[in-house]
């Protein structure tokens, strides 16, 4: 009886792996959900680069990389920015992101951002790839500005 229940557990996750591969292929609209942190640093007065890893719902394990163009502050004392996100799998397959927001002061060097990402581009399985959703980040560039740390958080629809 044991035998029969860790082959039926086993037929079980073999298909559920075998849906969760299939599903770039399948056309149909998934979940996406999303963690990273990291590093991050002016490269320039008005850009910062940053560099992280996290997990990714199916991408497993990934790292990201990402731009962002900063704008003046705005009277609230936000910075208006545009940013471009690339995910990429452990098998290289990537995944691009963009969006504009606002980065807020929540503290002397940290800043906060919200809003609404969509998907630009992408690679192997990815190539196809549409949707978007919402995210949420913050980053701190701590004393002396450079290098600093952030978080990011995305939720939302892939669609091939």
Excluded at 72 to 99: H, I, K, M, R, S
Excluded at 134 to 144: H, I, K, L, M, R
């Amino acid at each position: 009886m044991r035998s029969n229940s860790i082959a039926l557990a086993a037929a079980a996750a073999a298909a559920l792996a075998l849906a969760v591969g299939a599903r770039a292929d399948a056309g149909g609209q998934v979940p996406f959900s999303a963690s990273f942190s990291g590093t991050i640093a002016f490269t320039s007065p008005s850009t910062t680069h940053h560099d992280g890893s996290g997990q990714a719902t199916h991408m497993g394990l990934t790292t990201d990389s990402g731009s962002v163009i900063l704008s003046p502050p705005d009277d609230a004392g936000c910075y208006p920015n545009f940013n471009t996100e690339t995910l990429t799998a452990a098998n290289g397959d990537q995944l691009v992101l963009q969006w504009h927001d606002r980065a807020c002061p929540i503290g002397p060097t940290s800043f906060h951002s919200n809003g609404q990402w969509v998907v630009v581009g992408g690679t192997g399985r990815f190539a196809d790839e549409t949707g978007g959703g919402s995210f949420s980040g913050e980053a701190d560039f701590g004393p002396g500005l450079s290098p600093g740390t952030f978080r990011l958080t995305f939720t939302g629809t892939l669609q091939s």
